[in-house]
């Protein structure tokens, strides 16, 4: 498939959510990564309910990398959950991990995006993961997760750029 289309493949996208991936925990992250490094490609990963454990997830991820579902308030699945865990997604944002809101039906917390963005974890996008699912609300256009991340501490500049120049890199290596 990548052969055939790789013009148009720009990264992989793998869940690490128990209501998708079930007893597999951190298996499909781990796959998903060997993946996309035999094909060169950045991989984006889904964060939700454990398993896969948000650190477990963290711990796989390099430069170019992203996390989308960033600030969802699910328990146990909570970029806030502890300090040790805010200050290692610190700690690989500012490596080049890239933050994504993915705003979806049930992925957004004012709580968790308040605490992140007060202690410096800002999104480097803002996206929306609008789906026949939430298309009704709670996300039916773009303007709604920017301004809750707008109203969460996001600076306007900040929101601009994540919603634009920052929406989606080239590769990996333009994120550097």
Same mark, same amino acid.
């Given at each position: +498939?990548?052969?055939?289309?790789?013009?148009h493949i720009?990264?992989?996208k793998?869940?690490?959510?128990? %209501?998708?991936?079930g007893?597999?925990?951190?298996?499909? =992250?781990? #796959?998903?990564?060997?993946?996309?490094?035999?094909?060169?490609?950045? !991989?984006?990963?889904?964060?939700g309910?454990?398993?896969?454990?948000?650190?477990?997830v963290?711990?796989?991820?390099?430069? $170019?990398?992203?996390v989308?579902? +960033?600030?969802?308030?699910?328990?146990?699945?909570?970029?806030v959950?502890?300090?040790?865990?805010?200050? !290692? *997604?610190?700690?690989?944002?500012?490596?080049? =991990?890239? !933050?994504?809101?993915?705003?979806?039906?049930?992925?957004?917390?004012?709580? %968790?995006?308040?605490?992140?963005?007060?202690?410096?974890?800002?999104?480097?996008?803002?996206?929306?993961?609008?789906?026949l699912?939430?298309?009704?609300?709670p996300?039916?256009?773009? *303007?709604?997760? %920017?301004?809750?991340? #707008? $109203?969460?501490g996001? $600076?306007?500049?900040? +929101?601009?750029?994540?919603i634009?120049?920052?929406?989606?890199?080239?590769s990996?290596?333009?994120?550097?």
């Amino acid at each position: +498939c990548y052969a055939e289309n790789s013009e148009h493949i720009v990264g992989l996208k793998v869940r690490a959510s128990h %209501v998708i991936t079930g007893s597999w925990g951190v298996t499909p =992250v781990k #796959l998903g990564k060997k993946i996309a490094k035999i094909l060169k490609l950045p !991989m984006m990963v889904h964060v939700g309910e454990p398993p896969a454990l948000y650190d477990e997830v963290l711990e796989i991820l390099g430069p $170019g990398d992203v996390v989308t579902h +960033c600030f969802n308030g699910k328990p146990g699945g909570s970029i806030v959950d502890t300090p040790a865990l805010m200050e !290692m *997604a610190q700690s690989l944002a500012r490596a080049g =991990v890239l !933050m994504d809101i993915g705003h979806g039906a049930a992925s957004f917390s004012f709580r %968790v995006a308040r605490r992140a963005i007060a202690e410096g974890l800002k999104p480097y996008s803002i996206s929306t993961d609008l789906h026949l699912r939430n298309v009704h609300g709670p996300v039916s256009d773009l *303007a709604t997760p %920017v301004s809750k991340v #707008l $109203g969460s501490g996001l $600076g306007f500049d900040d +929101c601009v750029r994540a919603i634009s120049t920052r929406s989606r890199p080239a590769s990996s290596a333009s994120v550097a």
